[in-house]
Structures are given as structure tokens and as C-alpha cells.
């Protein structure tokens, strides 16, 4: 495996254990709590606003592209990195639990004034950069990582050399 691979699963394998408890606390709690369907409907009616299923869709294409251009060994696996991050990340996957995160920090009549915002010319020239705005910092924020790599291997390697207590501290 190339280096720019092996870091790469070196980041999903660090942030995977973070995915899972949030994967988890939000399971324990559609176990537990039945979701309002006042609440539904204006998170569908939010999200609708919002365009975030294209949105998603747009987000894992650049995504998917920026991975592709940071690692262009991996531009066979495109098709399978897409389908990959729509099978775990896209929209018909997560609309349940945003709707469950959603609904811990914003009431009804919140969604619907931010509702009201989105269906404003602003708020629709907001949705149509967001996929722009978010390639463009996502470019910028690999660009600043790339200049700096060296630095990111020396504190990987001086972490994996450490023991086992003073890592936990």
C-alpha cells in the first residue's frame, strides 16, 4: 500500500470508533423515544427547503473528487468511493437520524422560521454556493493539510511510539 493510502485508512479507521458512538447514541435513542410526526413534517418540509438531498448528492460527488484528486491512484475506485459514501452518508441513509439530531436542538417553530429563510432568494442563492462553498473549503482545507504532512507523519509516528498509559491520559 502507498503512504498516501495508508494514511488514508489510518483517518477512517481513527475516526470510525467517534462514528459508532454517535451511530450508537442515536440508535439507543430511536429505541427509545418515538419520533413526533409534527416534528417529521417540518423537518421534511426543512430539508425540502433546503434541497438536501441534492445537496447530499452534490456532497459526496465532491467528496469522492477530492479524495480522487489527493490520491489519484485511487481514480479506479471512483465508482466503488461514491457508492460507498451513498450507501453510508447519503441522504436516504441518514434522513431518519438528522431528523432525530435535528429535533434535539431546534423546536418546530425554529424549523419553520429557518423553512421561511430558505424559500427567500437569499436563503436559495445560500443553497445553490453551499456545494461550491463546501468543495472550495474542503480543496482549501487538503491544500493546507498536503503543505503540512510531514508534520501530521511526525505526530502520528510519535504517538504510535508512545506507551500505552500516556496515550490514554
Known amino acids: 500500500m502507498t503512504k498516501q493510502i495508508k494514511i488514508l485508512c489510518l483517518s477512517f479507521t481513527l475516526l470510525l470508533p467517534v462514528y459508532a458512538t454517535a451511530k450508537q447514541e442515536l440508535t439507543t435513542e430511536t429505541n427509545q423515544k418515538k419520533l413526533d410526526p409534527a416534528f417529521i413534517n417540518a423537518a421534511e418540509k426543512f430539508f425540502k427547503s433546503m434541497n438536501t438531498e441534492d445537496n447530499y448528492r452534490k456532497i459526496i460527488d465532491s467528496t469522492t473528487e477530492t479524495l480522487i484528486k489527493a490520491n489519484p491512484n485511487l481514480k479506479n475506485a471512483k465508482k466503488d468511493i461514491r457508492a460507498f459514501y451513498a450507501k453510508y452518508i447519503g441522504w436516504s441513509s441518514i ?3 438528522m431528523i432525530r ?3 434535539r436542538y431546534y423546536t418546530i417553530p425554529e424549523l419553520e422560521d429557518i423553512t421561511n429563510f430558505y424559500q427567500t432568494d ?5 443553497l445553490k454556493l453551499m456545494p461550491t462553498l463546501y468543495k472550495e473549503g474542503q ?6 493539510v498536503q503543505e503540512h504532512i510531514g508534520e501530521l507523519k511526525d505526530i502520528i509516528q510519535k504517538s504510535m511510539k508512545k506507551p500505552k498509559e500516556e496515550v490514554q491520559k
Do not use: I, R
Open 95 to 97: 434522513k431518519e437520524d
Open 139 to 144: 480543496d482549501l482545507g487538503v491544500k493546507l
Open 122 to 126: 437569499t436563503g436559495q442563492k445560500t
Open 101 to 103: 439530531l435535528y429535533e
